[in-house]
């Protein structure tokens, strides 16, 4: 089983923000304006309170703990779209790896299916191009190739 002590300082540090970047591939894919900005890191923000409700594995609930404790988000200041997502998908990438090497097959699953979630959930955190709430899609076309992304950097 694998906990803090098997990652070195910039490991953990980078098993924290990950999730955090993960939320902004989905956000920065399709802009939803100042309310579904807000609908959509509160998204991000509730599933990290619930991971710990709902780990499995030691890692994850070590970690889910780390992010209620200690919540910090990392600042993405003057970011295009692009930068964004290529920071957040080397970062899923590089996640991915760490928890091969470090983690077991279950604790690696849970920690990259719950980002996966994390992300599908802010997707559906707000309707885009509708007008006064009204139509508008869930999921736009380039929140799900985001999505998609993420799951091909997680593997």
Known sequence: MANKSNFTVDEWDLLRRVPFL??????????????????????????????LEHAHTELMRVIAEDLKENLHVPKLEAETQDSIRQK????????????????????AEEFKGWLSD???????????GGFLGF???????????AIDQIHVALR
């Open 118 to 128: 994390l992300a599908m959930k802010v997707a559906e955190a707000a309707k885009e």
């Open 135 to 145: 139509g508008g899609t869930q999921v736009t076309p380039e929140e799900m190739s």
């Open 22 to 51: 993960t939320g902004m591939i989905v956000v920065a894919a399709s802009p939803s304006g100042p309310i579904g900005l807000i609908q959509e890191s509160s998204a991000a923000s509730a599933m990290i309170r619930e991971a």
């Open 88 to 107: 957040g998908l080397a970062a899923c990438r590089e996640v991915a790896a760490l928890l091969n090497l470090k983690a077991s097959p279950e604790e």
